[in-house]
């Protein structure tokens, strides 16, 4: 099975902020990989699919890279929107395990 | 609008057994592969099942794998999951997730429905 772990788990940080939630697979995935963001009581939201190709409607501000092992989610300027949960999600194997998440919050 | 409804949630004691559907509107739901996704209260996401458009091909997580059975009815636009010998891990909220595929580029999972929480308690 392919394991998928996030740093940092939690993060505080300011509006106008640059965030990076980094994401790793226990093996190469390619550019198998998914974001997602999840706000209280709400299902989760696709972000970026194939490690870097953002979802329509989502601003342009959430950017995605890496290939391999190893993935990146960058928001370039924080919103007080995205104060939420971040998932990635490999889509290498049939098993699309997911990351234990990154909680964003208000520093 | 693509919309995805759960339902069939509840409390059941551990050992029973429970049935969740996903009622899916707004595209054509027998094109789509689909998933089961869980989140046990103040956790991360566990993918669960898979099951492939004609429902020929199915896929499930380790931790549900003899007790869980994923099925749909294409006719009825509909997905479920037939929960048995249900234990008290397996207390979360469901989400049935629409999977998109593009050749080259790998799976992924939009939109998701708003989710049925099962609790499993005595």
């Known amino acids: 099975d392919i394991q998928m772990t996030q740093s940092p788990s939690s993060l505080s940080a300011s509006v106008g902020d640059r965030v990076t939630i980094t994401c790793r697979a226990s093996?190469?995935?390619?550019?198998?990989l998914n974001w997602y963001q999840q706000k209280p009581g709400k299902a989760p939201k696709l972000l970026i699919y194939?490690?870097?190709s953002l979802q329509s409607g989502v601003p342009s501000r959430f950017s995605g890279s890496g290939s391999g092992t190893d993935f990146t989610l960058t928001i370039s300027s924080l919103q007080p929107e995205d104060f939420a949960t971040y998932y990635c999600q490999q889509s290498y194997s049939t098993l699309y395990s997911f990351g234990q998440g990154t909680k964003l919050e208000i520093k | 609008e693509v919309q995805l409804v759960e339902s069939g949630g509840g409390l059941v004691q551990p050992g029973g057994s429970l049935r969740l559907s996903c009622a899916a509107s707004g595209f054509t739901f027998s094109s789509y592969e689909m998933n089961w996704v869980r989140q046990a209260p103040g956790k991360g996401l566990e993918w669960v099942s898979y099951i492939s458009s004609s429902g020929s091909t199915i896929y499930y997580a380790d931790s549900v794998k003899g007790r869980f059975t994923i099925s749909r009815d294409n006719a009825k636009n509909s997905l479920y999951l037939q929960m048995n010998s249900l234990r008290a891990e397996d207390t979360a909220v469901y989400y049935c997730a629409r999977m998109v595929a593009a050749a080259g580029e790998g799976v992924w999972f939009d939109p998701w429905g708003q989710g049925t929480l099962v609790t499993v308690s005595s």
């Open positions: 093996q190469s995935i390619s550019s198998y």
């Open positions: 194939a490690a870097s």
